[in-house]
């Protein structure tokens, strides 16, 4: 399968990246609103994989509208101000049964620590659901996933990813794809509207790493 | 330390209640609206407890108030629409330094599954705080706990709870309260600011358990 990491050029894209790279025999393509940066980002993805021994993987970098074009699955791998315009730049280039994948949330911080900043139409998944072109599904997962441990290969990840939808067949592809990463498991949490707790759960994650000795970079196991 | 536990009739209050009984020496009471239904539920506690070779705790039952004024920390096992009433009912037993505890969480539903209905003012653990009197500390925790499996100490728990307030020594003493059940891992969240993405948490967990199978009665745990 050909992924496009959009704004992969970076955390949690690089992440994804890496991962799929290391782990999985998908093609991943960069995309960025610059390509040169995409193109500079995935030459060190791909530096990085060759000196675990990993040396058959090519990795291409593009602009985003390339990087969609090329793809089967497109990752908005963006800040969450950024997904509508950028699901909008690479509508006309989506074929029908293209799937985009929403990792973003909205966070806002104050004296107390993180909280989720609920966009007005319900989450930011939505947002893209709602940017989408007709016969493209939008499915929400990574939403949860510490970057730094995502990107370290030498890290075990060990938590889950929830995965949303209301496309049956577009979940189960994004399922096939998590589950293709080492040591992450993908659970099922529903639809789309499912989102907002979802998304909440990553300021979440984040107040708990700063009050707690031993727990940055953190996941979330359901148990 | 006594331990009320008002709505403690109720599932969590029982899930509670056992193993504050079961793992630690700490004094429980049961309150409820209703005074006999209090007397009866703890008779029953203790049965189960006995049955399980524990026959020298003795669990009594109250009504609300009455429970309220034996305790130094009294937990809100009530629904969250009687969080706002319950501490009021019981302001005026109070005393400086008791500790109260808001476990609940406010949860609408749709077609789509659990939403988390957040209060006005800003959570459920924020109406207790706002009811609370002078000198009364108020903590949250175990918003995110599963009721069934709290309650039978049959069950590993091996789950996390998380604690937040914005007095550290009543967050402490919840702390180690938590920390006295087994299984039971008590993490810092930070201020009473943060309370409602925990509580966010818990229809995000309904959802989980209703979409994937072998997972009902599930917790949650930070790794």
Redesign the interface.
């Known amino acids: 399968m050909k992924i496009a990491l959009l704004g992969g050029t970076g955390d949690i894209g690089e992440g994804l990246a890496l991962r799929w790279a290391y782990d999985t025999s998908h093609t991943v393509i960069i995309g960025s609103r610059d390509p040169e940066r995409a193109e500079t980002k995935a030459a060190a993805y791909e530096t990085e994989l060759d000196s675990r021994g990993v040396d058959d993987v090519s990795i291409a970098g593009h602009g985003n509208v390339a990087a969609a074009e090329r793809a089967d699955v497109v990752v908005l791998a963006v800040p969450p101000y950024h997904v509508g315009d950028t699901v909008e730049e690479v509508a006309d280039v989506l074929d029908d049964g293209d799937i985009l994948v929403s990792p973003a949330t909205g966070m806002k911080r104050?004296e107390?620590?993180f909280?989720?900043h609920k966009p007005g139409v319900g989450s930011v998944t939505r947002i893209a659901a709602n940017a989408a072109p007709e016969g493209v599904a939008v499915v929400g997962a990574f939403h949860n996933l510490a970057a730094g441990r995502l990107a370290n290969l030498d890290a075990d990840l060990?938590?889950d990813t929830?995965v949303i939808g209301d496309d049956e067949d577009a979940k189960g592809i994004v399922t096939d794809l998590a589950e293709g990463i080492e040591g992450l498991r993908a659970?099922?949490?529903?639809?789309?509207?499912?989102a907002?707790?979802?998304e909440?759960?990553t300021?979440?994650?984040i107040?708990?790493a700063?009050?707690?000795d031993g727990?940055h970079d953190?996941?979330?196991?359901?148990?």
């Not at 953190?218 to 148990?223: D, K, P």
């Open positions: 104050d107390d620590g909280h989720y060990g938590v929830l659970l099922d949490a529903g639809g789309l509207a499912n907002p707790e979802i909440a759960l300021p979440l994650l107040n708990i700063q009050h707690n727990l953190l996941g979330v196991r359901f148990t």
